[in-house]
């Protein structure tokens, strides 16, 4: 892991548990939650990965997984994401004020990541830009 992957792993650190909305056009199109997950890497090398849940506003969600080198993670903290589905650019915009403790209630992540896989399986969600 280098080092820049080392910093990122220390960032997700702090960023566990942090939830961030997800700004388009000047309106929250949704939220994302953050929980840092240890994992061991193909040489049982213990590193820090983390789960990321999309909570959108039409009720779907989608999970992603992202460890070093951080793809997902690196565009997220650089102020911006974009999904693979070819959809619009979100500015993230943390949460630190008192609203936090009750987003994450809402929208955190409270179950195992394979509990949102599923749901994320069985829903449907019409795209306004295709």
């Known amino acids: 892991m280098g080092e820049d992957d080392r910093d990122l792993s220390a960032r997700l650190t702090v960023l566990d ?3 961030a909305e997800l700004v388009h056009n000047g309106a929250v ?12 890497n ?5 590193q820090v990965g983390c789960w990321l849940l999309f909570t959108w506003a039409d009720g779907t969600i989608e999970i ?4 070093p080198p951080f ?3 690196r565009e997220i903290l650089e102020g911006t994401f974009r999904s693979d589905d070819g959809g619009p650019d979100y500015e ?4 630190t004020d008192d609203r936090r403790q009750e987003l994450w209630r ?12 599923g749901l ?3 829903q449907r969600r019409d795209r306004p830009w295709r």
């Not at 992603?64 to 460890?67: A, G, H, L, S």
């Not at 809402?106 to 896989?117: L, N, S, V």
């Open 64 to 67: 992603e997984e992202d460890y």
């Open 17 to 19: 548990g942090a939830i």
């Open 106 to 117: 809402h929208h955190g992540i409270h179950e195992a990541p394979g509990y949102y896989m």
């Open 42 to 46: 193909l040489f049982f090398v213990k």
């Open 120 to 122: 994320a399986a069985k």
């Open 92 to 95: 993230v915009r943390w949460v």
């Open 29 to 40: 199109a949704g939220w994302l939650a953050v929980q840092a997950a240890p994992f061991r």
């Open 71 to 73: 793809a997902l993670l």
